[in-house]
């Protein structure tokens, strides 16, 4: 059985930091391309950040600067760390990972709420 946790959300204030993680099991983690997308209220889920299974990153330019993707392969585990955080960043926090050689194969969290709020 597939399961992809989040955690590490909550109330932060302006400026304010937190690190989220999400926990994999029942997948191949070095074959996944790990994601995470977010979606605020009235809005598209959209991409925040998303690793390969070698490291390479790529940061949406509304988190570029302050946000960091990054992987441990032994832990099965992807991370956000989110610095300087801002208002417009509230929103539920989705871990999504994807196979990197088999089209359409991919598998999302539960999502994980990030406030941001004084």
């Known amino acids: 059985q597939v399961q992809l946790v989040e955690s590490g959300g909550g109330l932060v204030q302006p400026g304010g930091s937190l690190r989220l993680s999400c926990a994999t099991s029942g997948i191949i983690f070095g074959f996944y391309a790990m994601g995470w997308y977010r979606q605020a209220p009235g809005k598209q889920r959209e991409l925040v950040a998303v690793i390969t299974p070698g490291g390479s990153t790529n940061h949406s330019d509304s988190v570029k600067g302050r946000f960091t993707i990054s992987r441990d392969n032994a832990k099965n585990t992807v991370y956000l760390q989110m610095n300087s955080l801002k208002s417009e960043d509230t929103a539920v926090y989705y871990c999504?990972?994807?196979?990197?050689?088999?089209?359409?194969?991919?598998?999302w969290g539960q999502g994980t709420q990030v406030t941001v709020s004084s």
């Open positions: 999504n990972g994807r196979h990197s050689m088999i089209s359409g194969l991919d598998y």
